[in-house]
């Protein structure tokens, strides 16, 4: 059993953890955000130096948002070199890599309870890249926004009586209403 075994099974004591052929949204908890807390502070540990941070962010970051019941991390590297370090780091603490999805994701790991069960998603980016910058601006604005939450809480449950469990479909539809969130000029919702 790898270390991060029992730390994925603390996460679904709190209700978290999704199939890869379901698509579910939830509104985030407080014992979400403190299993998220808890999971980055755990990865933190385990990449060590080599990143220069690790966030909770996403819809299961912002109390009360509709969310997957998935923890979503994004960690900042700052060469590419380091990339390497940290996906051998997360290997060995029982992270799967999926591959690069370059601009739509970063280097991307999934952490499983059971094969095709996951309970958190983990981006490798370059810290302070647009990337980086994105993933941050959205959980702030979502936190911060009554009118962004609304707006992508509606959206998001269009996208899902619209795309059923098409994971693919909803998450293209979803970027496109977070790119509209974050606004092309960069500005934000007030």
Not at 117 to 144: E, I, P
């Amino acid at each position: 059993m790898k270390p991060s075994v029992p730390v994925a099974r603390r996460l679904t004591d709190v209700g978290l953890g999704l199939a890869y052929d379901e698509l579910r949204l939830e509104p985030t908890t407080d014992a979400w955000l403190a299993a998220g807390a808890a999971l980055r502070d755990h990865v933190a540990d385990v990449v060590g130096a080599t990143a220069v941070g690790v966030v909770h962010v996403g819809s299961s970051a912002v109390r009360d948002m509709l969310s997957k019941p998935i923890v979503d991390l994004a960690v900042g590297v700052v060469a590419d070199d380091d990339i390497a370090d940290v996906g051998r780091r997360l290997d060995d603490d029982g992270w799967i890599y999926r591959g690069d999805a370059r601009d739509e994701g970063g280097h991307v790991f999934v952490l499983e309870t059971s094969p095709w069960h996951r309970v958190a998603h983990l981006h490798v980016v370059g810290h302070g890249s647009d990337q980086w910058t994105n993933y941050v601006r959205l959980r702030d604005q979502l936190r911060t926004s009554s009118e962004a939450r609304h707006r992508y809480a509606t959206d998001k449950l269009r996208l899902l009586a619209a795309c059923g469990n098409d994971r693919e479909a909803y998450t293209i539809g979803k970027t496109e209403v977070v790119l509209s969130i974050l606004g092309a000029d960069g500005d934000e919702l007030s």
